[in-house]
Nanobody
C-alpha cells in the first residue's frame, strides 16, 4: 500500500506564497504521474497540476504562471510552489499518484488565502 503524506498548508494573505510537499512511501518514478488536486467547499475536486515520470508538466489555466510543480527523486517527494495566491485558491489540496491500474491519494492539506 502506497502512502502519500502532504504538508505545508496554512493561512496566508493574498499575494503570498506557500510550498506544499508530498512525501511518498516508495520511489516516485514508479508512478506514471503524480499531481496535485484541490477541492473548495461546495465544489468538485479539480486537477491543479501533474508531472509525469518523464518530467512533463501541465497546469490548469487558473494557476499557470503562479504555481510550479517539482520533485526530488532522492527524497521521493513532490512539491507545489504556490505564488501570488488568491482567495479563490482556498481549498484542501490533495496529492495524487497514479499508474495504469492504481490511483493513490494523500489525506489533504488545507490552504486558506485571506483577502
Amino acid at each position: 500500500q502506497v502512502q502519500l503524506v502532504e504538508s505545508g498548508g496554512g493561512l496566508v494573505q493574498a499575494g503570498g506564497s506557500l510550498r506544499l510537499s508530498c512525501a511518498a512511501s516508495r520511489n516516485i518514478l514508479s508512478f506514471n504521474a503524480m499531481g496535485w488536486y484541490r477541492q473548495a467547499p461546495g465544489k468538485q475536486r479539480e486537477l491543479v497540476t501533474t508531472i509525469t515520470s518523464g518530467g512533463n508538466t501541465n497546469y490548469v489555466d487558473s494557476v499557470k504562471g503562479r504555481f510550479t510543480i517539482s520533485r526530488d527523486n532522492a527524497k521521493n517527494t513532490v512539491y507545489l510552489q504556490m505564488n501570488s495566491l488568491k482567495p479563490e485558491d482556498t481549498a484542501v489540496y490533495y496529492c495524487n499518484a497514479r499508474n495504469l491500474l492504481d490511483n493513490y491519494w494523500g489525506q489533504g492539506t488545507q490552504v486558506t488565502v485571506s483577502s
